[in-house]
């Protein structure tokens, strides 16, 4: 048997698992609105399915449990953490900050003293290396062994790319499940959202690449989860008008992170393919 067909069987059986309990998920819509109680069990079932998935898998495939990635693997590779922890911050500050700058009302940023700044680092710092253990629900599946599966199939490249769209098409039951209104509202408001995990995904997997580790990406999850928040809550300190609305430029610089983070990934795999092309 070839290696293709080795790593065809677990990647069909992963994904398979994972995406029936996608479809748990949107077949339990109805009693999770009913109750929080059953929102809650579901949402958590559903949060650490790929883990889960990836774990039946192994069991299924009798391939057993090593090589899981669940080392830290610093030497080496502290520029890829740093990476993961920064880039988000930078690619949501740009989207929450520049459109009040350049609109000119830079004096409604009142929140960001250096105070309160540092705080928000440290806070945030201090969370992504122990709250962001249970985004290993997660990372465990789709970084620590989907993406193992693939690159026999699809290359390297290949894999990170169809990787980020498998877990942002992931997303849709549980982005769907929070939009209020018709379902073409909602597939309309998530468009955007689905584009942006899928260019960040590609990101966590090359990450995940660069490193053999799932704790970068654990961290850059992590990230790409809080730093919003953290950025919103020094936006809310500050003299933002309630009726605060920007216009255009807001509406353009929110597509700013996808576009920060696919120019990263090409500058990435470009010096890769340059530091190849000069040992060959």
């Known amino acids: 048997m070839t290696t293709k067909n080795k790593c065809a069987k677990p990647l069909g059986i992963y994904l398979l698992t994972v995406f029936a309990f996608m479809l748990l ?3 339990c819509i109805k009693p999770m609105n009913a109750s929080n109680t059953v929102f809650y069990i579901i949402y958590m079932i559903f949060s650490f399915s790929p883990a889960i ?3 039946i898998t192994r069991a299924v495939t009798k391939e057993g449990f090593r090589d899981m990635k669940l080392h830290l693997k610093l030497s080496g590779n502290f520029k890829w953490y740093l990476l993961a922890f920064g880039l988000p911050l930078i690619c949501f500050s740009a989207k929450f900050l520049l459109p009040v700058i350049l609109s000119g009302h830079a004096d409604w940023l009142g929140g960001f003293t250096a105070q309160n700044v ?4 440290f806070t945030l710092a201090a969370m992504s290396a122990v709250m962001s253990i249970g985004i290993l629900g997660e990372e465990l599946g789709w970084r620590g062994y989907m993406n193992r599966k693939m690159e026999p199939l699809l290359g390297r490249v290949g894999t ?3 990787g980020g769209i498998v877990w942002g098409l992931w997303h849709l039951p549980m ?3 929070g939009c209020d209104g018709a379902i073409s509202d909602a597939f309309a408001m998530c468009g955007g959202r689905m584009i942006q995990l899928t260019l960040f995904g590609v990101f966590l997997m ?3 690449k660069k490193t053999d580790s799932v704790f970068p990406a654990v961290i850059g999850h992590y990230m790409f989860n809080e730093s919003q928040g953290a950025l919103a809550n020094l936006l ?5 008008p309630e009726n605060a609305d920007l216009g255009v430029i807001a509406d353009v610089f929110e597509f700013l992170p996808m576009f920060v983070v696919a120019a990263v990934f090409m500058v990435m795999l470009l010096s890769d393919k ?3 092309s000069k040992t060959v």
């Open 25 to 27: 998920f949107v077949l």
């Open 53 to 55: 998935a990836s774990l």
């Open 118 to 121: 540092l705080s928000n680092l």
């Open 160 to 162: 990170c790319i169809v």
């Open 175 to 177: 982005d769907i499940f």
């Open 206 to 208: 090359w990450m995940t």
């Open 236 to 240: 809310y300190q500050g003299n933002i």
């Open 274 to 276: 340059n530091r190849t």
